[in-house]
């Protein structure tokens, strides 16, 4: 079945420093979406992605789609306290099952 | 508009009991969602409920099972608990047409522990 896998697992930044993670599917999705789990709460949706090579910006976030809508990335400029969390990517194929991965768990050193 | 609300928040279970979990949507959404999440892992899809029919199951057993109400809350029932069964129960309500197309708003979920 579809498997959605994300890299890496754990990052500790410094605050200021830019982090990106990383989202492959095993197989071609319709969209993507990004979530944010703040330590202790849900997740959070950030974004959704429709389009082959689709690139979308929220400030300081740039989410990008690939070519081949089989991969996906989230890169945080200049990092701040408040960014701390777990994101997640979530793919959907070509039906109502949405796959999450398994996250990417930002901590920032202020 | 009120967003999406889970009860309860915490509940503890012995092996081989069963137990309902409840979720109310957000205003404006008819279809629900329900996702477990292990300590550390992302959520797993469950089944998803869309006009009080299942409309998209995850691979899980048939213990688990959910029903949808005309006001499009629902319940999660899980039968002969287990102790991998353990985990955060994520409910998520969205804009009809399914999680597809529309983004998923989550409640806060409830932590089942079974022991």
């Known amino acids: 079945g579809q498997q959605v896998m994300q890299i890496p697992q754990y990052q500790h930044v410094q605050e200021g420093e830019d982090f990106t993670t990383y989202c492959n599917s095993s197989?071609?999705?319709?969209?993507i979406q990004w979530y944010k789990q703040r330590p202790g709460g849900h997740p959070v949706f950030l974004i959704q992605?429709?389009?082959?090579?689709e690139v979308k910006k929220q400030k300081r976030l740039t989410f990008q789609f690939g070519e081949a809508k089989k991969n996906s990335s989230l890169h945080i400029t200049a990092t701040q306290t408040t960014d701390v969390g777990t994101y997640f990517c979530a793919g959907m194929e070509y039906g109502n099952k949405l796959v999450f991965g398994a996250g990417t768990i930002l901590r920032v050193k202020s | 508009e009120t967003g999406v609300t889970q009860s309860p928040t915490h509940l503890i279970k012995t092996r081989g009991q069963q137990v309902t979990l409840r979720c109310s949507s957000q205003s404006g959404h008819n279809t629900v969602s329900w996702y477990q999440q292990a300590l550390g892992q992302g959520p797993q899809f469950i089944f998803q409920y869309y006009r009080e029919e299942e409309n998209g199951r995850g691979n899980f057993p048939p213990r688990f099972s959910g029903l949808q109400f005309p006001n499009y809350s629902s319940e999660l029932n899980v039968n002969a608990l287990e102790l991998d069964d353990s985990a955060l129960y994520l409910c998520?309500?969205?804009?009809?047409?399914?999680?597809?197309?529309?983004?998923?708003?989550f409640g806060n979920g409830t932590r089942l522990t079974v022991t």
């Open positions: 197989t071609t999705l319709s969209n």
């Open positions: 992605l429709v389009k082959s090579g």
């Open positions: 998520a309500s969205s804009l009809p047409g399914g999680s597809g197309n529309s983004p998923l708003h």
